[in-house]
Nanobody
Framework: VQLQASGGGLVQPGGSLRLSCAASGSFSSIHAMGWYRQAPGKERDLVAISNSGGGTTYADSVKGRFTISRDTAKNTVYLQMNSLKPEDTAVYYC?????????WGQGTQVTVSS
């Protein structure tokens, strides 16, 4: 199973980025897809999750600014990030849950700085 994340980069405060993560390989039906982030010296924290029923969960710090979505046919999850702040700077990781297994992507760097 491979998760290929992309879309990170350098953006000014107030800007936007869209992350993508495509899952490929052999796995059971995906029932949830999500994003986590890890800033230097900190633990990896949940950003957002989308479950197969259409429900979503967001960290309080990103509510109203970030939107998670998924393309089930393409096994791809997206994270639209608007009104970015310097404190959003981190490595962003995607994760999928399929049956009893969970898989992580390799991470993509997001830097918010002027």
């Amino acid at each position: 199973v491979q998760l290929q994340a992309s879309g990170g980069g350098l953006v000014q405060p107030g800007g936007s980025l869209r992350l993508s993560c495509a899952a490929s390989g052999s796995f059971s039906s995906i029932h949830a897809m999500g994003w986590y982030r890890q800033a230097p010296g900190k633990e990896r924290d949940l950003v957002a999750i989308s479950n197969s029923g259409g429900g979503t969960t967001y960290a309080d710090s990103v509510k109203g600014r970030f939107t998670i979505s998924r393309d089930t046919a393409k096994n791809t999850v997206y994270l639209q990030m608007n009104s970015l702040k310097p404190e959003d700077t981190a490595v962003y990781y995607c994760k999928i849950w399929a049956a009893k297994d969970a898989y992580w992507g390799q991470g993509t760097q997001v830097t918010v700085s002027s």
